[in-house]
């Protein structure tokens, strides 16, 4: 199960690069949030999953016994959910009232109208 997550996070942060090095902002922003969900998925392989296996203490018992899942990797990624849609939400409407000022969404053209 980890190779193909860790297989997943590097296409995901390769996409998400490429993504940023473009002209328009708008596959800008798609890159950024490549860029959270790899990262997203990042913390959650790293957590190393146990399928089938919460960390709930049986009746009767004081320890957890055998593997099971960390229940903190889950809860970091939830909030990284939020903050990213945030991130993603804000800059989309910066986009849009850039695009509204000067009528375009590449970059370049708009440090041609910096000078």
């Known amino acids: 199960m ?4 860790a297989l997943s996070v590097g296409v995901l942060f390769a996409a998400g690069t490429f993504m940023l090095m473009r002209r328009s902002f708008v596959k800008i922003v798609v890159g950024l949030a490549l860029l959270g ?3 997203n998925l990042l913390i ?3 957590g ?7 960390p709930l203490i049986s009746g009767g018992s004081d320890t957890l ?4 899942t960390d229940p903190i990797p889950p809860a970091l990624i939830l909030t990284a959910i939020v903050i990213g849609f945030g991130i993603v939400s804000y800059t989309i409407v910066l ?5 509204r000022d000067l009528g375009t969404d ?3 053209e ?3 109208t910096e000078r």
Do not use: E, Q
Request: charged letters at 20%; a positive charge; hydrophobic letters at 40%.
């Open 48 to 54: 190393s999953p146990v399928k089938g296996r919460p």
């Open 110 to 112: 708009m440090m041609a």
């Open 65 to 68: 016994s055998g593997a099971y």
């Open 44 to 46: 959650f392989t790293a």
């Open 106 to 108: 590449d970059v370049r």
């Open 37 to 39: 969900h790899a990262g």
């Open 95 to 99: 986009i849009k009232r850039t695009y």
């Open 2 to 5: 980890t190779v193909p997550l």
